[in-house]
C-alpha cells in the first residue's frame, strides 16, 4: 500500500478520508500525531515501508518513547491498521522481543529479540517447537502431553495442535502409534562433518544466494546465523577475552557480535539503538573497533569511536544493543589502534588508562589457590609464584573496581598487599559487607 508521509507520521491512504478526518485535524492544528512527537511542517511524499523496516520503526517508536505508545497510536504513526500492528507485536514477541502493557496499554520493551524473520507463518513456527518438543523426548511423547504443552496459555486450541500433529505426520518428520508421537528416523540427516574450506564455500554461496534472493533480510540473517554456529576460523578477528575463561553460548548475542565484528572489519560506521536500565532508548552513530569478552558479568561489550568525537573511545554492552543498522559510510580507525594491546592491563572493560602494580597474597583456604591458578591462567601480564603455602600474585592493572570485586570474593583467602589505593578499596567493600550482616 503506497503511504503519504506528513512530517514524521506516515498514513496511509485508506486514512485519508472522512472518517479519519479526526487525527488529520489532530496533526493540522497540534503538530503532534497520537505518539506525541512533533511533526513540523507537512512534508507530502509517497514512502514504502517493508514489513521488516516497519517492524524496525515498531522498535525504535517503543523503546525511545517508552510507556507512551498504545497499539492504536502505534498503528497511526506507522501508517497501518490495527490489525497489522497486533500481527507484528505478535511476530516481534514471537522472534524473542518482550513487550510489557500498563493498565492504559501503553507499551515498554523489555527485552530485545532477533530480527524479524518476514514470511514465515506461525504454523510453521509452532509446528517446529514441536518437532524440537518431541525430539527432546527418548521415549514417545503422549498426545495429551503436546496437547497440554502448546495449547498453555489459550493462544492456540486444541485442534489446532492435532492439525499440526496431522501435517507433520503427513510430511513423515514424525510418525505415530497408539496416540504417542515420536521423529521419523528415517527423514533425519546423519551429521555433516565440513572443514574450514567447505564452511567457507557454504558461507559465500548464501552470501551470493542473498545478493539476487527477493527477501535480502531474512537470508543475511540466516547466513549471520549459520556464521556463528560454524565456528569459522578467521584471520584477525576483532575479538578480545579479557581474564580468560570462555563465554556462555547465546545465539542473539553472538549473532549481534558477528555483524559487529564483520562491520569493524570493513570499517563501517554504524547506527545503534541504544538502552542503559530502564530509561528511553537513543540512536547513536560510532565506528566499531571490535569486541571484547568480559568474563565476570559474562557480557560481551563493543567498542567503537564516536563518529561525531573520534578522540574519545568508549564501551557498549552487546545486551543493551535493541536494533544495529550499517551504514555505507567508512572511517578510519585510530593510528597504531590494537584492540588487544587497549585492554592489555585491564582486568574487566572499564579502563582508567594508566596500569598500576598490583600485588596480592592467596591463603591455602579451601580451593583458593587452585582457583587463582585455573582464573588467571589465561592472563599474560601477571606472574605467580608460592610461598609459606601461600600464592603470590603480582601484576599491572589498569582500573581497580572491578579487580577489586574479584578478590572480595575470596573472602579470608586474599589479602591486597599493594597498592594502598586498591587495599582500601577492598576494605570499605568488606566494612559494608559487614554492615549489611549488623557487624
Partial sequence: MWNYCCGTTVIPLWKLSSTSSDYLDEVAFTGEGRGGRPLGEWNYGVIWMTKVERQHQLVKLVATSPWTYTVDALALDLGSSVSSAVRDLRELEANGYTFARNERGQLFLQEAGW???AGIKDAAIRQLEILRFVA???????????VSRFTRGGEVSEKTIE????????RHLIDEKSGRYALNASQLLPPIELDAVEKGLLIDALAMQG??????????SAAAKLHVSLRLPRDEIETVVVHGRRPVENLRRSYYCQRLEDWARERRTVKLLYRRSREAAHEVRVNPLGIVYYW????????????????????????????????????SSPEGFRLEDWYKF???????????????RFYNYYATIQRVNEELANRETCSLREENDCLIVEDRVDGFAELAVWVRG????????????LRDLVIDDLEKTLDVYGG
Fill in 211 to 220: 545478493e539476487v534472493s527477493a527477501r535480502k533480510d531474512e537470508a543475511k
Fill in 410 to 421: 575470596f573472602g579470608p583467602g586474599a589479602e591486597v598487599m599493594e597498592p594502598k589505593e
Fill in 296 to 331: 565476570a558479568l559474562d557480557n560481551w561489550y563493543l567498542v567503537a569511536q564516536e563518529d561525531k568525537s573520534p578522540q574519545v573511545i568508549k564501551t557498549y554492552s552487546v545486551d543493551r544493543i535493541l536494533l544495529l543498522e550499517a551504514t555505507d559510510v567508512e572511517f
Fill in 163 to 170: 492439525r499440526d500433529l496431522k501435517v507433520l505426520c503427513q
Fill in 136 to 146: 527432546a523426548h527418548v521415549q514417545r511423547v503422549e498426545r495429551p502431553d503436546l
Fill in 115 to 117: 530480527d524479524s524473520f
Fill in 346 to 360: 585491564s582486568w574487566g572493560v572499564f579502563r582508567r588508562g594508566s596500569p598500576v602494580k598490583v600485588k596480592i
